[in-house]
């Protein structure tokens, strides 16, 4: 299935010598098309709105003497600007956690303060969406890591949990200790996620539906935040998820006192 890229270079010595110089460029070359394939998706993702707000501009114009239409277009162009400012501050996140090393702001977490902090920031749209996120997390469950980007990968899983779940359920964050390793479950009851697309989920910009991730504000980044959040922590997150039945994503960072 894997492509082998080489690039090879001859050279003479002499009448009878040649050395051929092969080198395996398969590496550099996913690295190159890898790098191409997000210039070419961010580039995409940010002409869909800023599209959506130069004609949303073009029809205030043409409705100045309505001032009904002209409400209607600038709600809709408000909610525009709003989706591409998300998009650029996920952007800016992923590359923050992207391959980073944890530096200075590197601390002691209580893990139960940050899901008490991630489930706060999801308070509002949680009361939008009518769910309940019930936390049962204890003081005592102790990292090392950075609090900023561990609270912001929590809040990325609670808030799928809330979008991806029907009105009036029941969203659960629990937290225990298993051989060394902190567990956050964040669990739903919501739509579920195909087995074929477990893995790609992950991906940057994959969508199982991307309808739908787009309608309720969706950027496509979050999980890959999470993933490289839990990677840059010494961790992993896994997912359990059956359709129409739902998910839980557990996020994985060993302990404090385990830790080198
Ligand atoms: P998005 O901004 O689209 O939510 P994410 O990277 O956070 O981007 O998630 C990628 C995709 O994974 C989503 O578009 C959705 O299809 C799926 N997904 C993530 N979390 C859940 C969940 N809890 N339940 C069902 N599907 C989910």
Do not use: C
Not at 154 to 160: D, S
């Amino acid at each position: 299935r894997d492509q082998v890229w080489v690039d090879a270079r001859a050279a003479r010595f002499g009448e009878n010598y040649v050395m051929l110089i092969v080198e395996d460029r398969t590496e550099s070359k996913k690295l190159e098309d890898t790098r191409r394939d997000f210039v070419a998706n961010v580039s995409h993702e940010l002409k869909t709105p800023i599209g959506a707000i130069g004609l949303l501009a073009e029809a205030i114009v043409g409705a100045a003497d309505d001032p009904q239409m002209v409400q209607k277009f600038a709600g809709s162009m408000q909610k525009e600007s709003q989706r591409l400012a998300n998009l650029v501050q996920e952007l800016i996140q992923l590359s923050k956690v992207q391959g980073a090393k944890l530096g200075e702001n590197t601390v002691s977490i209580d893990l139960a303060a940050a899901i008490t902090d991630a489930v706060e920031r999801n308070h509002l749209l949680a009361e939008q969406r009518n769910i309940k996120v019930v936390s049962a997390a204890e003081p005592g469950v102790k990292i090392r890591g950075d609090y900023e980007m561990l609270t912001t990968a929590i809040r990325n899983l609670i808030e799928n949990a809330i979008v991806y779940s029907n009105p009036g359920s029941q969203v659960g964050v629990g937290l225990r200790e298993v051989e060394g390793i902190a567990e956050i479950a964040i669990t739903d009851s919501g739509i579920g996620i195909p087995e074929s697309e477990q893995e790609r989920i992950f991906e940057r910009f994959y969508r199982v539906d991307p309808s739908r991730s787009r309608e309720t504000g969706g950027t496509g980044l979050g999980l890959s935040i999470v993933k490289h959040t839990a990677l840059n922590h010494g961790g992993e997150v896994r997912l359990f998820s059956k359709v129409g039945i739902g998910s839980t994503f557990t996020f994985r960072v060993p302990i404090e006192n385990q830790e080198s």
